[in-house]
Nanobody, 126 residues
Framework: EVHLVESGGGLVQAGGSLRLSCSASGSTFDLLTIGWFRQAPGKEREGVSCIYNPEGTTNYADSVKGRFTVSTDNSNNLSYLQMNNLKPEDTAVYYC???????????????????WGPGTHVTVSS
């Protein structure tokens, strides 16, 4: 089991940037796949990005390509989601998730991830 905690959310104006962090403990971090998801009020949870740590491969939802960048710091068991040029439609609760077997594909199926953080709120004002 992996214990995850997100941080870095907040209120930002459209066009601004935020960097979310996901701290992980309880497993071999560099063997995990880390996924980032978000859920806006009244909407289903959707995948944003993921990184397959053993190879460093990444995937992004079309809605965030070119604006968001996922990365990991394996020395400190951290994953980051750098979010640039934020838009009001990016407003949501952002979650990081981890799994030992997911391959980080463009399906972004939440059921592929076993462990989840509590989420961090991101609000983008227009």
């Amino acid at each position: 089991e992996v214990h995850l905690v997100e941080s870095g959310g907040g209120l930002v104006q459209a066009g601004g940037s935020l960097r979310l962090s996901c701290s992980a403990s309880g497993s071999t971090f560099d063997l995990l796949t880390i996924g980032w998801f978000r859920q806006a009020p009244g909407k289903e949870r959707e995948g944003v990005s993921c990184i397959y740590n053993p190879e460093g491969t990444t995937n992004y939802a079309d809605s965030v390509k070119g604006r968001f960048t996922v990365s990991t710091d394996n020395s400190n068991n951290l994953s980051y989601l750098q979010m640039n040029n934020l838009k009001p439609e990016d407003t949501a609760v952002y979650y990081c998730a981890a799994d030992s077997f997911s391959l980080c594909d463009s399906e972004f199926d939440p059921d592929d991830y076993e462990d989840w953080g509590p989420g961090t709120h991101v609000t983008v004002s227009s």
